[in-house]
């Protein structure tokens, strides 16, 4: 059983940062890639970040592509990744889910993920 965590939501105002945490543990142990993705009110999900298992070449939507930063810390047995969002604006606001797959590669595409967290909610003010 893999668990998904996501830690770090809140509310910001406009120019402000947040960072979110995905804790990312279970069994059975392996290399996983991770992406984050966001819902916002009355739209569909999107894709925002991604990262593979060795934590190089990220992937980012083009809307958060110079403000947002993902990264990992893997250790032995829960492998951690972060989303650094900052310059953050309005637009930003929405639930954000962060995702996993037993996989040393990484999609923009959510149907790649097989384990998902319950989402953290981001609310940027303006």
């Known amino acids: 059983q893999v668990q998904v965590v996501e830690s770090g939501g809140g509310s910001v105002q406009a120019g402000g940062s947040l960072r979110l945490s995905c804790a990312t543990s279970g069994r059975p142990f392996g290399n996983y890639g991770i992406g984050w993705f966001r819902r916002a009110p009355g739209k569909e999900r999107e894709f925002v970040a991604a990262i593979n298992w060795r934590g190089d070449s990220p992937s980012y939507a083009d809307s958060v592509k110079d403000r947002f930063t993902i990264s990992r810390d893997n250790t032995k047995h829960t492998e951690l990744s972060y989303l650094q969002m900052n310059s953050l604006i309005p637009e930003d606001t929405a639930v954000y889910y962060c995702?996993?797959?037993?996989?040393?590669?990484?999609?923009?595409?959510?149907?790649?993920?097989?384990?998902w967290g319950r989402g953290t909610q981001v609310t940027v003010s303006s």
């Open positions: 995702a996993a797959v037993r996989s040393s590669a990484m999609s923009i595409s959510s149907t790649f993920y097989d384990y």
